[in-house]
């Protein structure tokens, strides 16, 4: 573990440097609080849930292309400087350099994650007390902001993103360039998002179900971290979910993880 943390510590310094990660980041802050001119409209409750969306919607897609960018260029980094060779020369294994590559990245996510919902949450909570002051009663009751709810809806696109990273970490090493790993990875993202889309075809008879079933239990799912309902419910419902999500997270992480290791071991470096 002593092994994978400085890996993991030596990728976020790395991560860091970049300047991919200071312009998606600078740009995302600009997007969430540009929703402050949102105030100028007054549609109520359904209003605030507008921004929610907006906002929770910036931090996934910012996050699902910095797990792209950053995992790519971190992992062929290594193989260009020849770094790679004196780690495992030094007797780290393939599994603890994946390991401490995806750490990395997923301290770097969070950062992002953490920056962009402490801008959100002043936004949501700024428009709720003006909404309130000016409508006492377009909100039901329960139907507020919830803080532990924002929390978790932002950790459950985290854990989407670590996925997608842990998928992308395995895809460059199949890969030859970087190019061709960017390019699958965004192919990914699209199709992890496409449960619905498969589901819909199942129903009119368009595809097998047991194909689309099968394609359901081998993906993962990433509308189910979809958790931007939490932010306005009271109860904890939620808490359990993201448990699951996580559990759900940890599998997947582990079985591209896993893929990763067997197919660096074929790979010619």
């Not at 980041?25 to 409209?41: E, S, Y």
Request: proline share 2%; aromatic share 12%.
């Amino acid at each position: 573990m002593r092994r994978v943390w400085l890996i993991a510590a030596a990728t976020l310094r790395e991560s860091l440097q970049h300047r991919s990660f200071a312009l998606l980041l600078l740009a995302a802050l600009a997007f969430v609080a540009g929703t402050l001119f949102l105030r100028q409209f007054n549609f109520g409750s359904s209003e605030l849930k507008f921004v929610a969306d907006l906002g929770f919607g910036m931090l996934s897609l910012g996050a699902a292309l910095l797990a792209i960018a950053m995992m790519t260029q971190v992992f062929f980094d290594e193989c260009e400087r020849r770094t790679l060779h004196l780690l495992l020369a030094r007797g780290v294994s393939r599994s603890e350099f994946l390991l401490g590559k995806l750490a990395g990245v997923a301290l770097l996510l969070g950062l992002y994650a953490l920056m962009l919902l402490a801008c959100l949450w002043p936004v949501l909570w700024a428009r709720e007390t003006a909404l309130l002051a000016l409508m006492p009663d377009a909100f039901d009751r329960g139907s507020g902001l919830n803080f532990a709810g924002v929390m978790i809806a932002a950790y459950a696109s985290w854990l989407k993103a670590c996925v997608l990273a842990a998928a992308v970490l395995w895809l460059a090493t199949l890969a030859e360039n970087r190019v061709f790993a960017m390019g699958c990875g965004l192919l990914l993202l699209i199709i992890f998002h496409s449960a619905a889309v498969w589901a819909a075809y199942g129903s009119n008879g368009g595809w097998p179900v047991w194909l689309l079933h099968g394609l359901g239990y081998l993906l993962p799912d990433f509308g189910a971290f979809d958790l931007t309902p939490a932010a306005f419910a009271g109860d904890g419902g939620f808490v359990v979910r993201a448990v699951r999500l996580t559990l759900y997270a940890v599998l997947y992480g582990a079985i591209f993880i896993g893929l990763g290791v067997l197919q660096l071991r074929r790979r010619e470096i």
